[in-house]
């Protein structure tokens, strides 16, 4: 498709503006003069061709860098330790990575794994350790440094320049929508949520597995999406849509070179912990199978729904009944995440025209939040750089936004009521931001399936002519048995009698 004629795309040909191409972005730009102009676009030129410093690239990775400026500066109230009179509640600053640097051992001098049990997966114990406890070494030694600062201000700067390579790879990935990259650097989700866990570790390996997956280097991103599996399960989801993809696209050796290499590296990061300390590493599995309903979650909301919360088992709901008897709530959470994923999976067979990784990708893990009975605050992050490749528009994208802090609010607010037993707010209001944020997801997901089903509205597909994120599959034909299934799916003439012969 040529890009000459796009709305939004430069005489060029090579960079979108959302001021042209984004309805909502356009709309907004009446306020200010209207969309970006001829010379505006000068900044999509090469800094030397035109002397300029201020690039789209530079803005976007500048937008990045004050976006967790502002967080860690939202987070400070908290960084010495000190949480009286529930400070980290009413100044919303909490942080499980200063938190845990006292409750995992690591100030003093505790292994992970070896010497204390870790409820995250190997890897994420493993930069835990890495990074905390150097930092018990030099307090040791000298009784003036704040041990607890230092490891959350350490694991910010880590964390920070995981989340600058993750802009980065948006970029590269988006390299004539260099502007979509804006989303995830200016998300409100990342101002508040960045560093409250070690989520941007696994997402920044999951980035770097996408664009390696992308240069058509299916060994790497296997390895690499295997990491970031090794550090969050949720990454390791993102086999599934390539599978798929590439089994329309007639290109399953590269998804199975993939997938081979990530089982290889989780095996392999889990191998010696698991065989060393079998119930210190077996620590993470036992928290998420015998957890209940958690806050925020769908079934939390059935459970207020449901009105029959009690102690008598004649008097309990359903959702009450599923938080009592955990296996059962289990096997309900998995089925629904299973059923959708079979959805997704024939959604992408069925589809006119192949899926991009990205769409199928943000279904896949938006259904795993949705059905899980764990929805913590910060795995907002798990689907941010999703979306961002999946549908890159505003409107929808600010929507979620919104929700997701109005929930962040009413979160902390419960926190707070928990901690003085004194409700903040009514627990109706709490659940109503659950629910708010749980529909602007679904309404993301119907969305990206709209798109999907009619790729003629896709934003990216506007400006590239296939799939940039897709590797092997960009530019791919289907494989001929599609169109052979499609047709017997399709015709209602019967099967011709066979001959008969005497």
């Known amino acids: 498709m040529s890009t000459q004629s796009t709305p939004g795309i430069d005489d060029a040909g090579t960079t979108d503006h959302p001021s042209r191409s984004d309805g909502f972005v356009r709309g907004l730009s009446g306020a200010i003069g209207g969309p970006l102009g001829d010379h505006a676009t000068a900044l999509d030129r090469p800094a030397g061709h035109e002397r300029r410093f201020w690039t789209v690239v530079r803005i976007v990775l500048a937008l990045a860098c004050l976006t967790l400026a502002l967080h860690w500066v939202q987070k400070s109230p908290c960084q010495d330790g000190a949480w009286q009179k529930n400070v980290q509640y009413t100044r919303f600053c909490y942080t499980d990575v ?107 390996l999951a980035a770097f597995g996408l664009l390696a997956w992308a240069r058509k280097r299916p060994a790497v991103a296997g390895v690499l999406l295997g990491l970031a599996g090794a550090a969050k399960l949720w990454p390791l989801f993102l086999l599934g849509p390539i599978l798929v993809l590439a089994l329309r696209a007639n290109r399953l050796r590269a998804a199975l070179i993939a997938t081979g290499t990530a089982i290889a590296a989780v095996v392999l990061v889990n191998l010696q912990p698991a065989r060393a300390y079998p119930d210190n590493w077996g620590r993470f599995f036992e928290l998420n199978t015998t957890r209940p309903i958690d806050w925020g979650t769908l079934w939390y909301v059935g459970r207020y729904l449901d009105g029959k919360v009690g102690n008598d088992p004649g008097q309990q709901g359903p959702f009450e009944w599923l938080n009592a ?18 959805g997704v999976a024939v959604l992408a067979l069925r589809a006119p025209r192949r899926p991009r990784l990205a769409q199928l990708a943000f279904l896949v893990v938006a259904a795993f939040l949705i059905f899980s009975k764990v929805w913590s605050q910060q795995f907002v992050l798990w689907m941010l750089p999703l979306v961002v490749l999946a549908r890159p528009k505003w409107g929808a994208f600010l929507a979620w936004q919104l929700a997701e802090v109005c929930y962040f609010v009413a979160f902390y607010g419960e926190l707070l009521g928990a901690a003085t037993s ?47 994120d897709g590797g092997v599959l960009d530019g791919a034909p289907d494989a001929p048995w599609l169109d052979r299934w499609r047709r017997r799916a399709t015709t209602t003439e019967p099967e011709p009698e066979p001959a008969i012969t005497t």
């Open 325 to 342: 008897n955990i296996p059962a709530l289990n096997t309900i959470s998995y089925a629904l995440f299973g059923l959708a994923c079979l």
């Open 422 to 468: 004194r409700p903040v707010f009514p627990e109706g209001v709490f659940v109503l931001a659950s629910t708010l944020r749980l529909t602007t997801v679904v309404v993301l997901c119907v969305l990206v399936i709209r798109e999907i089903l009619h790729p003629e509205q896709d934003a990216v597909r506007a400006t590239y002519a296939d799939d940039p």
């Open 98 to 204: 200063l938190a845990l640097y006292y409750a995992e051992g690591l100030n003093e001098g505790k292994v992970p794994y070896r010497d204390h049990p870790v409820e995250y997966p190997v890897l994420t114990g493993y930069f835990m350790g890495a990074l905390g406890l150097p930092v018990h070494a030099i307090g040791d030694g000298d009784p003036s440094i704040n041990q607890g600062q230092w490891f959350y201000n350490l694991n910010a700067l880590v964390l920070g320049a995981l989340a600058i390579a993750t802009v980065a790879v948006i970029l590269a990935l988006r390299r004539r929508r260099p502007w979509d990259a804006a989303l995830f650097a200016l998300a409100p989700a990342l101002v508040l949520t960045a560093t409250v866990n070690w989520d941007l570790l696994a997402i920044g």
